[in-house]
């Protein structure tokens, strides 16, 4: 509640410390709160509104950068809520009225901006907040900004922070005068740059020259002529006049003006209509204002007459699938589902959401050489790294030129080829998972490709009378079920492994390697691989690309094995392993189970007291 108004009036505040409440000694409203010139007193009026003045011209950025603080009294009081003692009210340059309520409760024993105001206004600092015993001894000579206990709070003395909070928070409720919200705090977006490149922003501003001098006597472009461009007064750029271009600059190097380089193109700068003088604004848009929307654009790159054509947006749009790191997430993302929101509301597009699946792919971390240091010993990482034999292996920071640890994939592909690099990058580890760059590992994915080729050239020289026996059919399928399913979940290490190991299959084979499993595994290979792919694919005879060819189906039934391998115990203890039929009953278990030596070297001379059999899973022998 507001004194010396002739009626009560309230003023709200937010704050995420409402254990601190009793510590409020004045509010600070922002010199723009509305409630500033009915709170303030004839005494002070003069003082506040020269103050007032004064802020209107600087920025928000500028307010809260500032280290100085500044400030004046008005002269009114407000009532605390719960000890009813008045309060003075101030208004500083460092609360907005743009961001939150516009006013601030106070309390400068546990708020570092408020102690530095109180400190320099010689306002009172009361301290309701001590640490805990293990946190030490309270000093007064800074604010004590941590979690701790209440103390001259009246009731709530002795409570911790969070249950402090809590319970004033439930006391405002219950008397109504506040009482628990969830605020969003989103951070402003400056869709401005200081640079040539960009689209220019389409908004001009009059132009004031001294009084009694007329427009029509004057050119700003000249160097000396005194002008005031007034930035509080922008005017959008008739749509008619639209696109505004960039001019022609030979030096568009950012230079030393605050304005940016294009307040130097002065003949594009400024212009007359209607026989006055106007400015255009020289900051240019972000590479945001392409970016939030280019998924639409490459819809209809070519269409001179609209952004994008409704049935193309019908046909193609939401993006199905969004590959992105995880630093997206508060950027481009955020941003770009604001302009579809807005293109959504305007009828541009019929989809309400841009994008329908969101991958995050991990970072790849840079190898600086191994370091290694003893876990035991604490030694604390700020960096990336793995644990081996109880020794902490430092190999792998964060990739950077001043680090000095960046490959360059052009290197990687002079010395192994593309596909080698595509391999081994997919082959590294999970798409989403932190992984460290090892060069020395990528012989291991051309030997993958070495291999591959070779049972393919085999495969070449073979006629369709090479037929695949059991054991190659199944491994096929079971390879196009698990590189097919890996694919669509993106997947792609295990599908590579899965290739690996039916190209050790078909290695073993040595001549015998059948066409019709090379070119299954030469399509399978290709999205990975796609040099690799082409060049078997032509090896097995093809003239044309694999591009067109339909991707491999497998057979379900082929990928059901009809035999399982199991262990066999005694007493308890593996002694070995069996393979038999899927559907063996306890008979046929044991049977093979016998023909094992190291079982029937554990059973000879021992009766069988009981047989436990768990059909596909073990067999448990009790013998005595």
Not at 103 to 114: F, G, I, T
Request: hydrophobic letters at 35%; aromatic letters at 10%.
């Amino acid at each position: 509640m507001i004194q010396p108004l002739c009626r009560p009036q309230k003023v709200t505040v937010f704050t995420t410390r409402a254990d601190t409440l009793f510590g409020v000694t004045y509010v600070t409203l922002a010199p723009e709160h509305p409630l500033v010139s009915s709170v303030t007193t004839s005494d002070q009026k003069e003082e506040v509104d020269a103050y007032v003045t004064a802020t209107s011209s600087r920025s928000d950025l500028d307010r809260t950068s500032s280290k100085e603080k500044t400030g004046v009294f008005t002269g009114g009081y407000a009532i605390h809520p719960l000890t009813n003692e008045k309060v003075p009210i101030w208004i500083g340059d460092y609360v907005l009225g743009s961001y939150g309520t516009g006013a601030v409760m106070a309390v400068p024993a546990h708020d570092e901006r408020d102690y530095e105001f109180a400190s320099k206004f010689g306002l009172e600092v009361k301290w309701v907040v001590e640490p805990t015993k293990k946190d030490g001894e309270l000093s007064t000579e800074e604010a004590f900004t941590k979690a701790g206990v209440n103390v001259n709070s009246g009731e709530f003395d002795g409570m911790k922070t969070q249950k402090a909070k809590k319970a004033i928070t439930a006391k405002l409720a219950e008397i109504s005068s506040g009482g628990p919200k969830i605020t969003y705090k989103l951070r402003d977006w400056v869709f401005s740059r200081q640079r040539y490149w960009g689209e220019p922003i389409p908004i001009y501003f009059p132009i004031d020259f001294p009084e009694g001098v007329e427009d029509s006597d004057v050119d700003p472009k000249v160097d000396g002529c005194e002008h005031t461009i007034r930035f509080d007064k922008p005017i959008p750029v008739d749509e008619a006049d639209l696109p505004l271009t960039l001019p022609e600059m030979e030096d568009f190097s950012p230079g030393d003006d605050p304005a940016g380089c294009l307040a130097r193109a002065k003949d594009w700068r400024y212009f007359q209509k209607d026989g006055k003088w106007f400015s255009r604004e020289t900051n240019t848009m972000p590479q945001w204002a392409g970016s939030c929307w280019y998924y639409f654009r490459f819809l209809d790159p070519k269409n001179g007459e609209s952004a994008f054509s409704p049935e193309l947006d019908e046909d193609w749009m939401p993006v199905d699938l969004y590959v992105g790191g995880a630093e997206h997430a508060v950027l481009h993302l955020l941003y770009a589902r604001f302009w579809h929101q807005v293109l959504y509301d305007l009828g541009y597009t019929k989809h309400p959401e841009p994008f329908q699946k969101l991958v995050h792919q991990g970072m790849i971390l840079g190898s600086d050489g191994e370091k290694v240091r003893n876990c035991k010993s604490g030694y604390h990482l700020e960096y990336h790294s793995s644990c081996i034999n109880n020794c902490l292996v430092d190999s792998s920071y964060q990739m950077s030129k001043s680090r000095g640890n960046v490959v360059n994939p052009d290197d990687v592909v002079e010395v192994h080829g593309a596909d080698a690099l595509r391999l081994y990058e997919m082959f590294m580890g999970p798409l989403e998972a932190v992984k460290p760059w090892q060069t020395s590992q990528v012989s291991g994915v051309v030997r993958f490709q070495n291999k591959l080729f070779n049972a393919v050239k085999e495969a070449a020289k073979n006629d369709a009378s090479v037929e695949m026996d059991e054991e190659t059919t199944k491994i096929l399928h079971k390879t196009m079920k698990k590189v097919t399913e890996d694919i669509e979940n993106m997947s792609f290490n295990t599908a590579i492994s899965a290739m690996m190991v039916l190209t050790n299959h078909l290695t073993s084979l040595k001549d015998q390697v059948p066409r019709e499993a090379a070119e299954k595994l030469t399509l399978m290979v290709s999205p990975f691989a796609p040099h690799l792919g082409e060049e078997c694919w032509s090896l097995l005879g093809h003239d044309y690309t694999l591009a067109y060819h339909p991707w491999v189906e497998h057979d379900e039934a082929l990928c059901v094995d009809n035999t399982v391998k199991m262990g066999v115990q005694v007493n308890g203890k593996t002694r070995g392993e069996i393979e038999i039929p899927k559907d063996a009953d306890q008979e046929g278990a044991m049977a093979e189970a016998m023909k094992v030596q190291s079982v029937s070297n554990q059973l000879d001379g021992k009766d069988v007291k009981k047989i436990i059999y768990v059909p596909g899973r073990i067999l448990n022998i009790v013998a005595k």
